[in-house]
């Protein structure tokens, strides 16, 4: 197989308005892939176009050449895309996250092909992502291929990447398992006799086992090879990430035609209900951050130095695990995982709200095959998470019964690995839900979106308790965070650094306290595109991040988990941002993995701390007027000396820049139902036949009267753009359930009263 880059000089038009399949673009501008075209818009709040547009390019091929056979690889295009060669239909994709591959040879001919790829990024009701809190960008946002084979070759077209499976397991104590399956194919209609050459080396090189195999390949041929090592060398995570090679040949007549190299590694994962997760036998916390695959002003058309600057923040601040969200990475980014020994949890876009315009589900699990399929040989990966809060609109049998599917085909395609879900909070612990997979994660905001910080607490031992046998974590927590907001006194909803700080110490001490709680992933590392949003006095973005979007700004939160996480030695002095102090006295906040600590004001020793704790307070430190200077100085065991500096200024009135400033709310009024008569409301008996609040909001609003009553109480939310692909499953039942709703159940008999003396058609 020869690959080679395709990125170059496409010509790209948007919002097609004319025939580009057939005929050529005149009007476009050339561009590179990876490429989006929502990179701006889909983080700047003030509308994201969303459509169709096109990638065009020409390709001039001789009679040799077209002896050989070709392919075109696209990395990833979103969210739908279609393939056209000389105007005629080649192949295409309705998973935006996954890479997919076409046969070209068929439609390909000598001299000048016009290769064409419509791809279009509106919403699909077949398609996943339906609704979700991130920019769904257009675009072919990864890398582009042409690849070209003689007639003997490895599997492409199996939606996989490598066409070879690599399964290792423990067998018995120091012994481990390679399994090598996978699939030879022949273009030819005549048998060929072919031989395999596998061969494992360790990282120096060393040749650890070497096997031939010949096979006969009349068409397609399926191979498996078994291999026994004994005390291989351990993948240990982040404290070691060996990795070995394997290298896969494909030999016909002596000729080498195909090959692959692999990067593996040896592992084994135990996940335990009571005492939490083990990697290698050893008992270890999934210290984990969440990412999204966007950057600022390109959106997810990412480069490889892109996902290393990303990498090199990940491993600054010391996870050890990282929750790649909501959909499949680039092949890349794993390859990045597999060396930096991070554990990953990998899913696919099953979000929110599941599709009511296809009752199989059938695109959630083609892009769960794929998912498996194209990153199975990467050791980094322990689960795959097959939902993310897919209860938000409702949560019933038909939602049972489409996780459940999911869950088979997910252990039928890999049966070593552990199936996870991400519950929002109000999936009960209890539910027939927690039992589909093998292990579960809550997305808890307490302390943010509800209920208190501390509830967090309250809530995984309230699971623990109801369901002992199943092994939890948090796979989201976090706060909207401005880093030039500040406070002295944080609370919800204020999006200062200084309450992110307390929300972040509240949960890593939560987890850390119970043995049981495998984890946790921060919402999120970075900031992320997300058009819907306009909060914190910032528009187009959800700021959850520890770090900004364009990666320049580390929120103080940023060095908490590092002074939890990191061995690297350092201090850091907290709110360096909130410059103008209008208090005397102020508590000076240090963040560190080193105990000793020394602070000064100017040249005068304030104070010294010595603990284990990553976060130390120095109370009541006096500033003079005008500017201070502050400087920190950490002494470890070793004698070494780290310090930070800040200065500050002593000011007489608060500065006002630090405070956000209030807006109204027109979608969400504290109370709003007061003005609705709720005393002496009685309970409504429901009549078969009549509308009632368990009726859909679709269903409602295909009636005039019943349209009427929900419009009386709620007026336009079912007709806002984020409720779009929940009407066919929400009710105002389940609004209920949602605390953004603020609905109390008094109202409920209220509309009741009014929508069940309307009868159906």
């Not at 979700?132 to 890398?143: C, K, L, M, T, V």
């Amino acid at each position: 197989m020869h690959k080679v880059d395709f990125n170059d000089k496409w010509i790209f038009i948007k919002e097609v308005r004319q025939n580009y399949v057939q005929n050529e673009i005149t009007d476009g501008e050339y561009v590179t892939t990876p490429h989006s075209y929502n990179g701006i818009d889909g983080q700047s709040g003030d509308g994201m176009y969303k459509g169709k547009c096109c990638y065009q390019k020409k390709v001039a091929l001789t009679a040799e050449e077209l002896k050989e056979y070709h392919y075109l690889e696209i990395g990833a295009a979103s969210l739908v895309s279609n393939v056209y060669i000389n105007g005629e239909l080649a192949g295409g994709s309705r998973c935006g996250f996954s890479m997919y591959r076409v046969f070209l040879n068929p439609l390909l001919k000598v001299g000048e092909n016009l290769i064409s790829i419509v791809v279009e990024n509106s919403r699909f009701y077949d398609v996943y992502p339906l609704m979700a809190d991130f920019s769904f960008y257009g675009g072919i946002y990864r890398e582009v291929s042409w690849i070209t084979t003689k007639a003997l070759h490895f599997e492409l077209l199996d939606n996989s990447r490598d066409g070879i499976y690599v399964t290792q397991k423990a067998t018995k104590e120091g012994i481990y398992e390679l399994k090598i399956k996978g699939r030879v194919i022949n273009e030819l209609c005549d048998g060929l006799e072919s031989k395999m050459v596998v061969t494992l080396l360790d990282k120096e090189g060393k040749l650890l086992f070497s096997e031939t195999k010949n096979i006969t390949v009349a068409d397609k041929e399926d191979f498996e090879l078994t291999e026994e090592l004994n005390q291989p060398r351990l993948w240990q995570g982040i404290e070691d990430p060996y990795l070995h090679t394997l290298k896969v040949e494909l030999y016909q007549e002596e000729q080498l035609v195909d090959e692959r190299s692999l990067e593996i590694g040896f592992r084994t994962i135990e996940i335990t209900p009571d005492k939490g997760i083990f990697l290698n036998g050893k008992a270890i916390k999934l210290n984990g951050v969440s990412r999204h695959q966007d950057f600022a002003e390109v959106g997810n058309a990412l480069t490889k130095e892109h996902m290393e600057i990303d990498m090199s923040l990940i491993k600054e601040i010391g996870a050890n695990s990282i929750r790649l969200s909501h959909y499949q990475h680039h092949d890349y980014f794993y390859t990045l995982c597999d060396r930096a020994g991070l554990l990953v949890w990998a899913e696919i876009p099953f979000i929110s709200v599941p599709t009511t315009a296809d009752k199989e589900n059938q695109n959630a699990k083609d892009q769960l095959e794929r998912l498996i399929k194209q990153a199975y040989n990467h050791c980094s990966i322990y689960c795959w998470g097959i939902q993310n809060e897919i209860t938000i609109a409702i949560e019933n049998e038909q939602i049972y019964k489409m996780v459940k599917e999911l869950a088979v085909i997910a252990k039928t395609l890999d049966p070593v690995r552990y199936i996870a879900q991400a519950n929002i909070h109000s999936v009960a612990n209890e539910s027939i839900l927690n039992e589909l997979t093998d292990f579960v994660g809550y997305n808890l905001y307490y302390g943010w979106y509800y209920k208190e910080m501390k509830d967090l607490a309250v809530r995984l031992d309230e699971f623990h308790k109801v369901r002992p046998n199943i092994p939890v974590m948090v796979t989201e927590y976090g706060v909207d965070t401005n880093p030039r907001l500040h406070s002295y006194t944080p609370a919800v909803k204020d999006y200062t650094e200084e309450y992110q700080l307390l929300f972040q110490e509240n949960a890593l001490k939560t987890f850390q306290e119970r043995e049981y709680v495998l984890g946790g992933y921060v919402w999120a590392l970075f900031d992320f595109g997300s058009e819907i949003r306009n909060e914190g006095g910032t528009k187009g973005k959800n700021q959850k991040g520890l770090v900004t979007i364009d990666r320049k700004i580390k929120k103080d939160t940023f060095y908490l988990c590092k002074a939890y996480w990191s061995k690297e030695k350092f201090v850091k002095l907290a709110g360096s941002r909130f410059v103008n102090r209008h208090e005397k006295e102020n508590d000076i906040v240090v963040l560190s993995n080193v105990e000793a600590i020394k602070l000064f004001v100017g040249e005068k020793l304030i104070g010294e701390i010595k603990d284990k704790e990553p976060k130390k307070t120095f109370r009541g430190v006096k500033l003079e007027s005008g500017e201070n200077f502050i400087r920190v100085e950490a002494i470890d065991a070793e004698g070494n000396c780290y310090y930070d500096e800040m200065f500050l200024n002593y000011v007489k009135e608060m500065d006002t820049s630090y405070v956000l400033k209030k807006t109204e709310d027109k979608t969400t009024v504290t109370n709003w139902f007061q003005k609705f008569d709720l005393t002496n409301v009685q309970e409504v008996a429901i009549k078969e036949g009549y509308y009632s609040t368990f009726d859909t909001l679709e269903e409602l609003y295909k009636n005039e009267e019943a349209k009427a009553v929900f419009k009386k109480y709620f007026g336009e939310v079912a007709e806002s753009p984020q409720m779009a692909a929940m009407l066919g499953l929400m009710t105002i039942d389940s609004m209920s359930k949602r605390s953004r709703f603020n609905i109390p159940k008094e109202l409920l008999s209220v509309i009741n009263n009014e929508l069940n003396v309307i009868p159906k058609n």
